[in-house]
């Protein structure tokens, strides 16, 4: 086996090539509509867009040509970046920009931007498969072209969200060519343009790193092993100092990396949470076959492994490894692992070998129809797959509600008066159609519990309806704790708030409040409504402040 695995040291010699008619410009571009056509089945799901953050992102993006790179975000109250904002997503809110203001001029919201942004980059995304596929003079590219439609439903879902990744994946990819061809000053540039468009740029090193573990493996010189990742580093490291949030953008970085990412405590979002192991090998399983089967008839040619492989190799399974740490890393490795499995099932069939005899015996019939059976199972699998998709990709809140709440807020209640809501992932919704007021927390999580520990503690034991209570032990004697107590009258007294957003699915809050009409009285629905206010999506008390707590705020 030792010289299965073995790393060819000289000169990699391409497979025969196969001059195809096609002009490659021409292949991309049917790719390109492949791919984007593909997301449009999905946009078509809901009138508004999918994800939570989506709603975030299209709201700066809308803010972003009259009010420019914020520098403070005052719209979020106890976070650690209210007064010191860095937006590690700039770059993405600048090419999303246009599209949001057209959309606004068209339809009056944005979310038309959003769903052509998602399909633009789908689209880019696919034509870029094609054309690395092509580059290794890869056959029957079109079968992998069309199973892009079978990748896990999570890709999909994930990449019809308004987010920095949707630039992410193509730009990583292109990375893929430029180490292959060792363009390394082309390299740093591609690496100086990531780091704008998603601050948590060390990602987009694991292409690099996988093509000097391919260059170590190969025997080549230091100079040579560590020329692509120094390269790249370079291009970050550029990024982050020519910025313009700079120095304050490595400050988050190191937050949004080690204590809301890689080292994301049990607050945090699910999705910096790793998938149930049976969910994902139900979700993921064509593409972990495919990618078996492949392998193991590459193993069977029993050649020495490339250097192209090994890089393909190393960024598949680092890839891999990041997936299984956390879910949303379930939007880069699916690509890189079919591109692998591609490369690998060519190589394994070029010539006569252990998986191509049996079939040139067979004959040019029954091997066409084995084509055309593996071909429309793939299309029949992937057309459920995104069909299934469709009905996953929609808000997760009720948008509707939310703009009438909204609208009735910013009518009703003085600027910047502070808005307590249920649950903190419910911000960008309010953001995206309310600047008029403050929030309590939103985004993530961290943001809050760790400038204010206790003030987190006191927001969960609220919210879920369990005051009164105690501080947890971990939290007391943290700085500016106050009292151990945890009560309704924290929302007045601790949070500062004018009012309390409630939504249908915390009844245990909505009874709390209720319970209290000394400090809450319910204002929306108003009270003209109120069989409708019985069952409404959303409810919004005021909250009735002594004169202890106006001077205090």
């Not at 990449?159 to 990375?175: D, E, V």
């Not at 593996?374 to 299934?388: D, F, S």
């Not at 609208?407 to 919704?429: G, M, Q």
Request: with cysteine; net charge positive.
């Amino acid at each position: 086996m030792m010289h299965v695995m073995a790393v060819k040291q000289v000169h990699e010699t391409q497979p025969a090539i196969h001059h195809c008619r096609i002009p490659g410009w021409l292949e991309m571009l049917a790719a390109a509509l492949f791919g984007a056509a593909a997301m449009l089945v999905i946009q078509s799901a809901t009138p508004y867009v999918a994800g939570n953050d989506s709603y975030y992102h299209l709201a700066m993006a809308r803010m972003l040509p009259d009010e420019g790179f914020i520098k403070t975000f005052p719209w979020l109250h106890w976070t650690l970046f209210r007064d010191a904002f860095v937006s590690h997503h700039h770059g993405f809110h600048v090419l999303l920009a246009p599209l949001v203001r057209w959309s606004d001029r068209i339809t009056g919201e944005a979310f038309l931007g959003g769903k052509i942004a998602a399909m633009l980059a789908m689209g880019t995304s696919a034509a870029l498969f094609v054309h690395i596929l092509r580059r290794w003079h890869v056959r029957h590219r079109w079968f992998w072209v069309l199973a892009l439609a079978c990748l896990p439903w999570h890709f999909w879902l994930r990449h019809s969200f308004i987010r920095a990744p949707l630039i992410g994946l193509p730009l990583m990819m292109a990375a893929l060519p430029l180490v292959l061809r060792r363009r390394y000053k082309l390299l740093a540039v591609l690496g100086f343009v990531f780091v704008h468009i998603y601050g948590g740029a060390v990602v987009f090193l694991l292409v690099p790193l996988a093509a000097a573990g391919a260059e170590f493996a190969t025997g080549r010189p230091w100079r040579i092993v560590l020329a692509a990742p120094f390269a790249s580093s370079i291009g970050l490291l550029m990024g982050l100092v020519i910025h313009p949030y700079f120095p304050a953008n490595f400050r988050f970085l190191y937050t949004q990396l080690f204590e809301t990412g890689l080292g994301a405590p049990s607050e945090s979002g699910i999705e910096w949470k790793p998938f149930n192991a049976m969910f994902f090998i139900q979700m993921a399983w064509p593409l972990i076959v495919a990618w078996v089967v492949c392998a193991v008839a590459r193993l069977a040619r029993r050649t020495p492994i490339t250097r192209s492989e090994m890089i393909l190799l190393l960024t598949n399974l680092a890839f891999f490894a990041l997936t299984c740490k956390s879910r949303r890393f379930i939007e880069y490795w699916p690509v890189f692992c079919a591109l692998h499995a591609a490369y690998l099932l060519d190589r394994a069939t070029r010539g006569r070998t252990p998986l191509t005899a049996p079939l040139v015996r067979l004959g040019p019939a029954p091997r066409f129809g084995l084509a055309i059976l593996l071909t429309a199972g793939a299309l029949r699998y992937g057309y459920a797959n995104l069909l299934h998709t469709t009905r996953e990709a929609q808000p997760g809140a009720n948008v509707g509600a939310i703009r009438r709440a909204m609208n009735f807020l910013k009518e009703n209640s003085p600027a910047d008066s502070l808005v307590l809501t249920d649950d903190w992932d419910i911000f960008p919704y309010c953001f995206y159609y309310n600047q008029h007021n403050v929030f309590a927390v939103g985004l993530d999580p961290v943001f809050t519990s760790r400038p204010y520990p206790a003030l987190w503690a006191r927001y969960r034991a609220i919210t879920r309806g369990q005051t009164p209570t105690s501080l947890p032990a971990d939290v007391i004697g943290a700085a500016g704790f106050g009292h151990e107590d945890v009560t309704l009258d924290d929302v007045e007294s601790e949070f500062a708030a004018s009012y309390v957003l409630v939504c249908r699915d915390h009844p245990a809050l909505r009874a709390k409040l209720d319970e209290r009409p000394d400090l809450f009285t319910c204002v929306y629905p108003p009270r003209g409504d109120t069989p409708l206010a019985q069952g409404a999506a959303i409810r919004i008390y005021r909250v009735f402040r002594s004169a202890t707590t106006r001077a205090a705020h």
